[in-house]
């Protein structure tokens, strides 16, 4: 005999909500399969540069006499960005979607008995406050990926300054009371 539409179907609600988590399990796996891919390619970045920074040759552009190897983090972040791209704008979000799909089955579950709230619960304990901030879980993808991003910024400005001749730039500087060369 047919079902009502008005009627609620238990056993299909639970096969709903299992096939919700499953595809929240697969997004999950597939952000955590990037950012470990994203900290091997920062790894790379990290080491590419010091190996750079202590085995290449300065080059010269223009009056600037730099180490080559401040190059190596500047492509490190846009790989970072890519990775950023793909976890944050692409599967990050199709992961909130599914997480978004089982809050009403899992509320409809518990108004019929059945305690189902997983997702709701896993949502709940990712808002907690971090140092005084609530926290959710795209704000700490965003702490990930910022803090790639400086690691490589500042990497990159080190090196440059530390290769950097910088007589060249700040002009050649003498000391107070001491008298210039003759020309």
């Not at 970072?80 to 009403?104: M, N, V």
């Not at 609530?134 to 991003?149: A, D, P, Q, V, W």
Request: charged content about 15%.
């Amino acid at each position: 005999m047919p079902r009502k539409a008005d009627e609620f179907d238990v056993a299909t609600s639970i096969d709903i909500w299992k096939t919700i988590v499953g595809v929240q399990q697969h997004f999950n796996d597939i952000g955590w399969r990037i950012r470990s891919l994203a900290i091997t390619a920062l790894t790379f970045a990290l080491g590419a540069t010091f190996f750079g920074y202590l085995n290449a040759k300065s080059v010269n552009v223009g009056t600037w006499t730099f180490n080559p190897s401040v190059f190596v983090p500047v492509l490190g972040l846009s790989i970072w960005a890519l990775f950023w791209f793909a976890d944050g704008i692409w599967y990050h979000r199709l992961l909130r979607g599914a997480q978004k799909a089982a809050g009403p089955i899992e509320d409809a579950l518990k108004a019929h008995g059945i305690d189902a709230g997983l997702s709701t619960a896993i949502t709940e304990a990712s808002h907690e406050k971090w140092f005084g901030r609530e926290m959710n879980s795209t704000r700490k993808l965003n702490i990930f990926y910022g803090s790639g991003t400086g690691i490589l910024l500042l990497v990159a400005l080190g090196v440059f300054a530390l290769t950097l001749n910088w007589e060249v730039v700040l002009g050649s500087v003498q000391p107070t009371g001491t008298p210039s060369p003759a020309p």
